[in-house]
């Protein structure tokens, strides 16, 4: 039996713009995590510190991540989305923005928190960015949908700590199945890595469209 996706509780500009707030600080935390010679005490320390602000926040609890009411498409309003959401410290976050041909392009940069190689992105962090990015050009050609297939093509290591750049655009569409394709590119404009992907969208959404 098909389902109408849950509703989620919306924030307001204030407690929306506190909360982006403390995920950014919580994504420096972060880094800091990664990257700190404090030493075992003081690292303890922290971690005891931290452990009373999690439970803090832990008081009152939502049953899912909100949404924000501003935005055109769904993908807009999910602030907690692991790629591009300001309010998850998990993503980037990585801002995208899609042209009138329905090209969805953006700008990042990725720290220390995501590498694998040394010095050079993990490539299920590429293959994560790509996922979203393509997903949201699916969604631009007026057919959304979830993702069925997605390949991926590592043409040359992609660099951590400079500004990179994404885009995607939907090629064709067959009844609920969308194609895709994008890139990402280091700051020499030289393509790092390339995907494919098809997303169909569930018959639920069309049933209730």
């Known amino acids: 039996m098909s389902t109408i996706p849950m509703e989620r509780p919306e924030l307001g500009d204030d407690e929306a713009a506190a909360l982006t707030g403390l995920a950014a600080r919580v994504r420096e935390l972060a880094e800091a995590t990664v990257l700190t010679a404090v030493g075992t005490a003081e690292a303890a320390a922290v971690a005891a510190e931290i452990e009373a602000l999690t439970a803090r926040l ?3 609890r939502r049953d899912a ?8 498409r769904r993908m807009d309003r999910q602030i907690g989305n692991p790629v591009t959401g300001a309010l998850n410290p998990l993503a980037p976050p990585v801002r995208l923005r899609v042209s009138s041909d329905g090209i969805v392009r953006g700008e990042f940069t990725l720290s220390s928190v995501y590498e694998g190689p040394p010095s050079y992105v993990h490539g299920g962090v590429s293959a994560m960015v790509l996922d979203q990015v393509l997903g949201m050009a699916a969604a631009a050609s007026g057919t959304p949908g ?3 297939t997605l ?10 700590g400079v500004p ?4 995607a655009k939907a090629s064709r569409v067959e009844g609920r199945k969308v194609y895709a394709s994008g890139t990402i590119c280091g700051p020499d404009g030289r393509v790092t890595v390339e995907a494919t992907a098809m ?5 639920r959404f069309v049933e209730h469209s």
């Open 151 to 160: 390949e991926t093509r590592y043409r040359r290591p992609t660099p951590l």
């Open 164 to 167: 990179l750049s994404v885009e």
């Open 65 to 72: 991540p909100p949404f924000v009411p501003s935005g055109e």
């Open 58 to 60: 832990s008081a009152g």
């Open 146 to 148: 979830m993702t069925a």
């Open 199 to 203: 997303f169909i969208m569930p018959q």
